[in-house]
């Protein structure tokens, strides 16, 4: 079955950087879109970054663009999301998720085919 397992968020000051990799098994991750998103406490899921199967076609939400970059590696099944410049308002549980077409992971009308666990990003001020 599909699993998708986040990993590197942490505790970190504003300013700072951090990198969130995603290992996925369970679907041909080399024909899957892959994304990022995000909840706050009392918030809804919100989408930060997508990136198409090639790996060719990204698209950021505005909050974090030019801050934060994704990134698909095919040999090694991994989505990555590259964040700096953090700061508190980036704090949030932090999801990939993965979807065969790349409007499922734009944070649409269309869903993910699945999510994953989430790793948890706190930034201080």
């Known amino acids: 079955q599909v699993q998708l397992v986040e990993s590197g968020g942490g505790l970190v000051k504003a300013g700072a950087s951090l990198r969130l990799s995603c290992v996925a098994s369970g679907f041909p991750f080399d024909s899957y879109s892959m994304g990022w998103f995000r909840q706050s406490p009392g918030k809804e899921k919100e989408f930060v970054a997508a990136v198409s199967w090639t790996g060719n076609t990204k698209n950021y939400a505005e909050s974090v663009k030019g801050r934060f970059t994704i990134s698909k590696d095919n040999a090694k099944n991994t989505v990555s999301l590259q964040m700096d410049s953090l700061n508190p308002e980036d704090t949030a549980v932090y999801y990939c998720?993965?979807?065969?077409?790349?409007?499922?992971?734009?944070?649409?009308?269309?869903?993910?085919?699945?999510y994953g666990q989430g790793t948890q990003v706190t930034v201080s001020s």
């Open positions: 998720a993965t979807s065969p077409s790349f409007q499922g992971v734009l944070g649409g009308t269309r869903r993910p085919d699945a």
